[in-house]
């Protein structure tokens, strides 16, 4: 990969990383003015963040394309994740790798379909904000998005998701890309 396109990936994993710490600064002020739709939203839009720094690291499979087209891309994500990886000094048991939260929001619809053919009782608690004992006599897979706030915690349908480790996770890409675009950029001896 070249300077100049590194200089681009860079960049746009710093523009994703500070847009997260946006985003938890608005969720500690939305927690604080007890704006539950606020959370979530601030909740959201921190990790689609997170996934999208992921995806730049640890790309999924692509789709809507020929077979060809799909080993082509595969190609070139992969050794785009692989420069970027060896230029962040990020190794593959990093706190970004894991998005199967990301996962469950970006398809809900999916999951609720899961939800409306498993449920034994169709109990559904949804955007709840407190201790994950807070509400009792439901399965833990009718519970859909479930945040406390004390523990960084973000419940759904069961599966716990601990919000600081992730946090840190994008704190320390954010370090380490600032610091491979300092070190890019004082090594360069022309323009991009």
């Known amino acids: 990969m070249d300077r ?3 200089h681009i990936y860079l960049t746009h994993i710093i523009d994703s990383a500070e847009d997260s710490q946006r985003a938890l ?3 500690d002020s939305a927690i604080a003015q007890h704006a539950v739709g606020s959370v979530f939203s601030e909740l959201d839009r921190f990790l689609v963040q997170a996934s999208r720094v992921s995806r730049f690291l640890w790309p999924g499979a692509p789709g809507g394309c020929t077979n060809a087209e799909r080993n082509q891309r595969r190609s070139q994500s992969n050794v785009r994740a692989n420069t970027l990886r060896g230029a962040l000094e990020i190794g593959d048991d990093h706190g970004l790798r894991d998005r199967s939260l990301r996962d469950h929001l970006e398809h809900t619809d999916e999951r609720l379909d ?7 009782r169709h109990s559904f608690a949804d955007r ?8 009792v006599g439901l399965d833990p897979a009718d519970m859909f998005r479930h945040y406390d706030p ?3 915690v973000f419940s759904y349908r ?3 998701f601990d919000i600081p480790i992730i946090a840190r996770a994008m704190m320390d890409v ?3 890309a600032k610091v491979a675009l300092a070190a890019q950029e004082s090594s360069a001896s022309g323009p991009f």
Do not use: M
Request: zero cysteines.
């Open 4 to 6: 100049h396109v590194l």
């Open 25 to 27: 600064a608005r969720l």
């Open 114 to 120: 899961d939800w409306a053919n498993s449920s034994t």
């Open 128 to 135: 709840n904000i407190g201790p994950a004992n807070s509400i």
């Open 150 to 152: 004390k523990s960084g």
């Open 158 to 160: 069961g599966e716990n």
């Open 174 to 176: 954010l370090d380490k």
